[in-house]
């Protein structure tokens, strides 16, 4: 057995060495890392091999071993060299690493690679950041609100104080998940009554007796659900809305077996991973943080665009609704979002443009932005309320 | 665990070290990015499999025929797409063949029995590309392609499969491996995949090559080329992808591109801008692409590389 030796050897390492390794495990984990018991036990295998006798491979073996996904592989160096060359000062260490990663992401824009991964993106809200926003620690410096920010926070917290209301949104998102009936596929599944009959697995069924076909299988289409991907501006003109859409957003990813949220201002943030905290109040919460603008206008052309190039290929496909929650006033070029909006129109199923301003009695979508989007746009409606999303069901049940 | 371990013990006694799959790499005409061999000699020490994430064209499959190449081994490969299930992935039992030899021993007078017996036999086993790689007597590489293409459900039979090596035929009993495939997967990123799987693989991010690494793989794929012109083109083609396209061309354009100027006997890019402009196309995947790569976006192109 040549596992014997290796075995023998991981027993050999010192209490000291043991317990960096797992001080640096716990510091991975605390960034976001995904990384179990098999995982350290293997690191040790790797500390006794020939591997770590030299940094240059040592430091490869581990990242290929705890990194999962893309940002993890980004971010991995950075932690490390903090770790092992550090004072072992782990607040300093997590800044670091989150500046330096910062510092990649501009230079990967800078580069404008189309990287198109959904992770490591540009403007991925750290899981962490809503939580360490509130000791003001908030990494990327999102914290730097406007007062008019900091009132929109003020009014999340006032309505997530009603209850009663926020059942009434979740209610509906989950009337509209089911509302969006299962979409027929292609792929078909075998079944024992049908369109079409399964020879292949009739024929099998019947081998035992003697190829005479007595049991008969059908194929029938298989189901799947539809996908709902929500696209909330959160921008100063929407303030007004922003409470009620959010908790909109955390019914529906709540409720959807697929569906993904994402909210906008200047730039995209991919919020569903916020949003699937079971607490609703700290869910809302943590978004409210993600939401407050750094100031300066809607870029709705930029953000789609964002969209489209990291995100889409990820959370859209051809049974995927986009829902765009915004009024329409961008203060980009209407070029680009007209060429975004069609380019994701080619992509997805459904677009639904839901406009808080409609429900005002003089409105007509006169913002440059809107004129720009709407013809790609195939269902232009009101959302000012709880009854104009209701009055979505018959729409979205026909998509 | 015991199987593990096992599974561990067989594989660790025939592995290579670090630096000899290194030199083979090198050997074999993959011209390998700095970390590719550690992650390849992992593979080997901690029997995990490796997950190959990039973008399309980056050479991700390259790599697992440059594994099976430095090991020596068969490459087995399952090319994933949605809907592929078990009787395309795993084994299937020849029907047509079942059929004919019931008829043939009825009229031979055998008991029912004893030609079910028969008709379930392994004679009768069409091995598909997973039950393939774990029936070899010497441990190939399983290239799982695009796995993100495949359905959840598959991807947890995949992970089932992954951590047992073992697959059960209701009809046969259990067949354990005969010896365990070095397992590569790649994806694309057109979906997440569960963290199951991401955790119990070793993780490669595969980017496009550097321009020097692109200009040796050029020459060491078109020998026709000479050394000033494969770094030309690997230099354009690196300002190209920093172009806003909507197809990135991969290393595979790359080489096409270096081929079709050495074919038209183009030494340097900057003597013909003319056929440089023409044979871009090579590089070109969509209408908007090519016209957004206009005559002067070229030249300019050619000016900061050339």
Same mark, same amino acid.
């Given at each position: 057995?040549?596992?014997?030796?290796?075995?023998?050897?991981?027993?050999?390492?010192?209490?000291?060495?043991?317990a960096?390794?797992?001080?640096?495990?716990?510091?991975?984990?605390?960034?976001?890392?995904?990384?179990?018991?098999?995982?350290?036990?293997?690191?040790?295998?790797?500390?006794?091999?020939?591997?770590?006798?030299?940094?240059?491979?040592?430091?490869?073996a581990?990242?290929?071993?705890?990194?999962?996904?893309?940002s993890?592989?980004?971010?991995?160096?950075?932690?490390?060299?903090?770790y092992?060359?550090?004072?072992?000062?782990?607040?300093?260490?997590?800044a670091?690493?989150?500046?330096?990663?910062g510092?990649?992401?501009?230079?990967?824009?800078?580069?404008?690679?189309?990287?198109?991964?959904?992770?490591g993106l540009?403007?991925?809200?750290?899981?962490?950041?809503?939580?360490?926003?509130?000791?003001?620690?908030?990494?990327?410096?999102?914290?730097?609100?406007?007062?008019?920010?900091e009132?929109?926070?003020?009014?999340?917290?006032?309505?997530?104080?009603?209850?009663?209301?926020?059942?009434?949104?979740?209610?509906l998102a989950?009337?509209?998940?089911?509302?969006?009936?299962?979409?027929?596929?292609?792929?078909?599944?075998? /079944?024992?009554?049908? =369109? %079409?009959?399964?020879?292949? #697995? @009739?024929?099998?069924?019947? $081998? !035992?007796? &003697?190829?005479?076909?007595?049991?008969l299988?059908?194929?029938?289409?298989?189901t799947?659900?539809?996908?709902?991907?929500?696209?909330?501006?959160?921008?100063?003109?929407?303030?007004?809305y922003?409470?009620?859409?959010?908790?909109?957003?955390?019914?529906?990813?709540?409720?959807?077996?697929?569906?993904?949220?994402?909210?906008?201002?200047?730039?995209?943030?991919?919020?569903?991973?916020?949003?699937?905290?079971?607490?609703?109040?700290?869910?809302?919460?943590?978004?409210?943080?993600?939401?407050?603008?750094?100031?300066?206008?809607?870029?709705?052309?930029?953000?789609?665009?964002?969209?489209? /190039?990291?995100?889409? =290929? %990820?959370?859209?496909n051809? #049974? @995927?609704?986009?829902?765009? $929650? !915004?009024? &329409?006033?961008?203060?980009?070029?209407?070029?680009?979002?007209?060429?975004?909006?069609?380019?994701?129109?080619?992509?997805?199923?459904?677009?639904?443009?839901?406009?808080?301003?409609?429900?005002?009695?003089?409105?007509?979508?006169?913002?440059?932005?809107?004129?720009?989007?709407?013809?790609?746009?195939?269902?232009?409606?009101?959302?000012?309320?709880?009854?104009?999303?209701?009055?979505?069901?018959p729409?979205?049940?026909?998509? | 665990?015991?199987?593990?371990?096992?599974a561990?013990?067989?594989?660790?006694?025939?592995s290579?070290?670090?630096?000899?799959?290194?030199?083979?790499?090198?050997?074999?005409?993959?011209?390998?990015?700095?970390?590719?061999?550690?992650a390849?000699?992992?593979?080997?020490?901690?029997?995990?499999?490796?997950?190959?994430e990039?973008?399309?064209?980056v050479?991700?499959t390259?790599?697992?025929?440059?594994?099976?190449?430095?090991?020596?081994?068969?490459?087995?490969?399952?090319?994933?797409?949605?809907?592929?299930?078990?009787?395309?992935a795993?084994?299937?039992?020849n029907?047509q063949?079942?059929?004919?030899?019931?008829?043939?021993?009825?009229?031979?007078?055998?008991?029912?029995?004893?030609?079910?017996?028969?008709?379930?036999?392994?004679?009768?086993?069409?091995?598909?590309?997973?039950?393939?790689?774990?029936?070899?007597?010497?441990?190939?590489?399983?290239?799982?392609?695009?796995?993100?293409?495949?359905?959840?459900?598959?991807?947890?039979?995949?992970?089932?499969?992954?951590?047992?090596?073992?697959?059960?035929?209701?009809?046969?009993?259990?067949?354990?491996?005969?010896?365990?495939p070095?397992?590569v997967?790649?994806?694309?990123?057109?979906?997440?995949?569960?963290?199951?799987?991401?955790?119990?693989?070793?993780?490669?991010?595969v980017?496009?090559p550097?321009?020097d690494?692109?200009?040796?793989?050029?020459?060491?794929?078109?020998?026709?080329?000479?050394?000033?012109?494969?770094?030309?083109?690997?230099?354009?083609?690196?300002?190209?992808?920093?172009?806003?396209?909507?197809?990135?061309?991969?290393?595979?354009?790359t080489?096409?591109?270096?081929?079709?100027?050495?074919?038209?006997?183009?030494?340097?890019?900057?003597?013909?801008p003319?056929?440089?402009?023409?044979?871009?196309?090579?590089?070109?995947k969509?209408?908007?692409?090519r016209?957004?790569?206009?005559?002067?976006?070229?030249?300019?192109?050619?000016?900061?590389?050339?």
């Open positions: 057995m040549a596992v014997e030796p290796i075995r023998a050897s991981v027993g050999s390492i010192g209490a000291g060495a043991r960096r390794l797992a001080g640096f495990a716990a510091t991975l984990r605390e960034n976001g890392f995904k990384i179990g018991l098999a995982e350290t036990r293997d690191a040790l295998s790797i500390l006794v091999s020939p591997a770590a006798a030299r940094r240059s491979s040592l430091k490869p581990l990242r290929a071993l705890f990194a999962a996904t893309r993890d592989w980004e971010r991995f160096d950075a932690i490390f060299d903090a092992w060359s550090g004072r072992g000062v782990r607040r300093a260490q997590v670091r690493v989150s500046s330096a990663g510092g990649a992401a501009a230079a990967r824009r800078s580069v404008a690679l189309p990287s198109q991964s959904p992770q540009p403007d991925q809200v750290d899981r962490r950041s809503g939580a360490e926003g509130e000791s003001g620690a908030s990494p990327g410096g999102r914290r730097g609100g406007a007062s008019r920010a009132n929109l926070a003020a009014a999340d917290v006032r309505h997530i104080l009603d209850p009663d209301e926020i059942a009434e949104v979740h209610a989950a009337r509209l998940a089911r509302t969006m009936r299962a979409r027929l596929l292609r792929r078909e599944q075998a /079944r024992r009554r049908g =369109r %079409r009959l399964d020879i292949r #697995r @009739t024929i099998h069924r019947n $081998v !035992s007796k &003697g190829g005479t076909p007595v049991d299988v059908w194929r029938r289409r298989k799947k659900p539809l996908r709902l991907v929500v696209l909330l501006d959160t921008s100063g003109s929407m303030n007004l922003t409470a009620f859409f959010v908790r909109f957003l955390h019914g529906v990813v709540d409720a959807f077996r697929e569906a993904e949220a994402f909210v906008f201002h200047t730039r995209l943030a991919h919020v569903s991973p916020s949003l699937r905290d079971r607490d609703v109040a700290r869910a809302v919460d943590r978004l409210g943080l993600m939401a407050q603008g750094i100031g300066g206008g809607t870029r709705i052309g930029e953000s789609l665009a964002t969209f489209n /190039r990291w995100h889409a =290929r %990820r959370v859209v051809s #049974r @995927t609704a986009v829902m765009i $929650v !915004s009024d &329409g006033y961008d203060t980009g070029e209407p070029e680009l979002l007209s060429a975004q909006m069609q380019r994701l129109r080619q992509r997805c199923r459904r677009i639904i443009w839901l406009n808080p301003l409609i429900g005002w009695k003089s409105f007509s979508p006169e913002a440059r932005g809107m004129q720009a989007a709407l013809p790609h746009v195939d269902l232009f409606a009101p959302a000012h309320n709880l009854e104009s999303l209701a009055a979505l069901e729409y979205l049940a026909r998509i | 665990m015991g199987e593990l371990s096992a561990r013990a067989y594989i660790t006694h025939m290579l070290s670090r630096d000899q799959i290194s030199d083979r790499l090198a050997a074999v005409g993959y011209v390998a990015d700095r970390d590719i061999a550690t390849l000699w992992l593979m080997d020490y901690l029997a995990r499999p490796l997950l190959l990039g973008e399309a064209g050479g991700k390259e790599v697992a025929k440059a594994l099976a190449a430095v090991h020596a081994a068969e490459l087995i490969r399952l090319q994933c797409y949605e809907g592929l299930d078990q009787n395309a795993l084994y299937e039992w029907y063949r079942q059929l004919l030899a019931i008829k043939a021993r009825e009229g031979a007078g055998e008991n029912a029995d004893a030609i079910e017996e028969h008709v379930f036999s392994e004679k009768y086993l069409l091995e598909r590309p997973l039950l393939a790689a774990i029936r070899r007597p010497t441990p190939p590489v399983l290239l799982v392609d695009e796995v993100d293409r495949a359905d959840e459900e598959f991807e947890a039979f995949l992970l089932e499969l992954l951590s047992d090596f073992q697959v059960s035929v209701p009809e046969l009993g259990t067949i354990k491996a005969v010896s365990i070095r397992v997967l790649t994806s694309n990123g057109t979906r997440e995949l569960s963290d199951a799987l991401r955790r119990r693989c070793l993780y490669h991010y980017d496009f550097d321009v690494r692109e200009a040796r793989i050029i020459l060491a794929r078109l020998p026709q080329v000479d050394a000033g012109l494969a770094l030309q083109v690997a230099r354009m083609v690196a300002a190209v992808r920093k172009e806003d396209l909507h197809k990135v061309p991969g290393v595979a354009e080489l096409d591109w270096a081929a079709v100027l050495a074919g038209l006997g183009v030494h340097d890019l900057r003597q013909s003319e056929a440089v402009h023409e044979t871009m196309i090579c590089l070109i969509t209408h908007e692409d016209a957004r790569l206009t005559r002067e976006v070229t030249d300019r192109l050619l000016g900061k590389v050339a």
